[in-house]
């Protein structure tokens, strides 16, 4: 995997991570929001209920004491003015014992009521309960008032003292169960402004929560749509580079075809000719020595040896253009060196090379990559540019091989299209997993520059390249070779 594929893997990798916590942050967020409302309502809802109940239950109660209060308080007068106005003993006797039990039962209903009363009760109870026993203490001597002493007082008795303190007694009991209405109103306001209060809270964990939805769908919507863009970014990048290796192919298959044209048409002009003119050459030997002219036969050898001669010049150059061979035996700088002396003699432009001394032996792709990249830079800087110097710079820092090729020619846009030779140079550099960059303005030159990552290595490039090892005759016959080829 080149670096440029293993960068993009993590950054993907890094934005599924992105969104995986930002969509569990979110909508967790959100569930626990809603959980917290769903359980503070519920929870709220319960005490009001609570509350409400026993301001209910409490209500219920101390009317209920009331209500019995009123009616014992009715009947126990009722009981007494029979017990006064009845001349038949035995009916008297009954109608006092009912007014004794309902006495007790009033001071029972006295005694549970106590156990209810409110603050505000206290004063209006205590006069109640006094008035009561005023009551009780007035009526109870007249229980031991003998028929005749009955029939005599017994009507103004009740008239006078019976009646009108029931009545009050019944008012205070009235009294009492007017404030406990009015408590019961307090607990009902009470209950609605804990209602009130429950809304408030209510309308703002639902604002809460619909702005963190709305926050949370914008952030969430918005990075769908950067992944969306970049998911075309990609697919227009896949499709552009699909029609530049169906363009690369094609055009490859045509220079493949024009290079095997060119090695044809050499072969048959310089090497073919050659060879007649050689075949020529040694029947014409043939014939003077037929004749022992010793004059022409020199001259017919000298002749044939120039032309076997120019011949292999033809063939090393062709052989030395399809690849150098001092670049296997002696290493890059030699054969960089080589292409500069060259390109400088075919065609009169100026050629230099620059280096750092190479602290490690390249491997053989890295290499042919530099070697292939600088020869098409060169290539294009003699064909297209109109240059008159062209420098080659090669550095190593650290782990990085950097080459760079620039010259002082016309220049030209890059971004308007890259031909075959551009594409092929990015495709050698991209598979070292390197990086390309080529910069030129109009009437500026043009520089192309590049680093390859290199391996660790033990050996130096030029001190012990592979030819070094035990193979000396080697490299002298390739160096003889690139001496005469000069």
Not at 12 to 34: A, E, H, K, T, Y
Not at 137 to 161: C, I, K
Not at 264 to 287: C, K, M, T, Y
Request: aromatic share 6%; proline share 3%; with cysteine.
């Amino acid at each position: 995997m080149s670096t440029s594929d293993a960068l993009l893997h993590l950054k993907q990798n890094r934005s599924r991570v992105q969104i995986r916590f930002l969509l569990w942050i979110g909508f967790g967020g959100m569930l626990l929001l809603m959980a917290v409302l769903g359980v503070s309502a519920i929870s709220f809802l319960y005490q009001i209920e609570l509350r409400q109940e026993h301001i209910r239950e409490d209500y219920v109660e101390r009317d209920r004491l009331l209500e019995r209060l009123r009616s014992s308080t009715y009947l126990s007068g009722t009981h007494f003015r029979d017990f006064m106005l009845d001349s038949d003993e035995s009916r008297a006797r009954a109608n006092r014992q009912r007014y004794q039990e309902t006495r007790d039962e009033i001071r029972s209903e006295l005694s549970e009521y106590r156990k209810l009363l409110r603050p505000d009760e206290q004063a209006p109870f205590e006069l109640l309960s006094q008035e009561l026993g005023s009551y009780f203490a007035t009526l109870d001597p007249a229980l031991n008032w003998s028929a005749q002493t009955r029939l005599a007082r017994g009507f103004a008795f009740v008239r006078e003292e019976v009646l009108p303190r029931r009545m009050t007694v019944i008012g205070l009991a009235d009294q009492i169960q007017r404030i406990g209405e009015r408590d019961l109103e307090a607990g009902s306001k009470a209950v609605s402004e804990l209602f009130a209060s429950f809304r408030t809270k209510l309308v703002w964990l639902l604002i809460t929560t619909l702005l963190l939805a709305t926050l949370l769908t914008g952030v969430t919507l918005a990075r769908l749509l950067q992944l969306e863009h970049e998911s075309a970014a990609r697919f227009a990048m896949t499709v552009k580079a699909q029609g530049e290796l169906k363009r690369l192919s094609s055009e490859l298959v045509s220079a493949q075809e024009s290079e095997r044209r060119r090695i044809a048409r050499e072969l048959h002009d310089e090497v073919g000719q050659v060879l007649s003119a050689i075949v020529f050459g040694l029947g014409n030997l043939r014939s003077a020595l037929k004749q022992v002219d010793l004059d022409e036969v020199r001259r017919q050898v000298d002749a044939v040896e120039e032309m076997v001669t120019q011949n292999v010049k033809v063939v090393r150059n062709m052989s030395l253009l399809l690849r150098p061979t001092m670049l296997d035996d002696l290493g890059l700088m030699p054969a960089l060196n080589w292409l500069a002396r060259e390109t400088s003699r075919l065609t009169g432009i100026l050629v230099d090379v620059s280096a750092d001394p190479l602290t490690g032996n390249l491997p053989d792709d890295h290499r042919t990559c530099v070697y292939r990249v600088v020869q098409e830079s060169v290539r294009n800087a003699v064909r297209h540019s109109g240059a008159e110097h062209v420098r080659i710079y090669v550095q190593q820092r650290d782990a990085n091989l950097y080459v760079s090729v620039q010259d002082d020619g016309k220049g030209f846009r890059p971004k308007e299209g890259k031909g075959l030779g551009l594409l092929g140079m990015e495709e050698r550099v991209a598979n070292l997993g390197g990086s390309l960059q080529i910069d030129s303005e109009l009437g500026r030159g043009t520089l192309v520059s590049f680093h390859l990552p290199v391996p660790p290595a033990e050996k130096a490039d030029v001190a012990h390249s592979p030819g070094a090892n035990g193979n000396a005759g080697r490299i002298a016959d390739a160096a003889g070779r690139a001496a005469r080829a000069t």
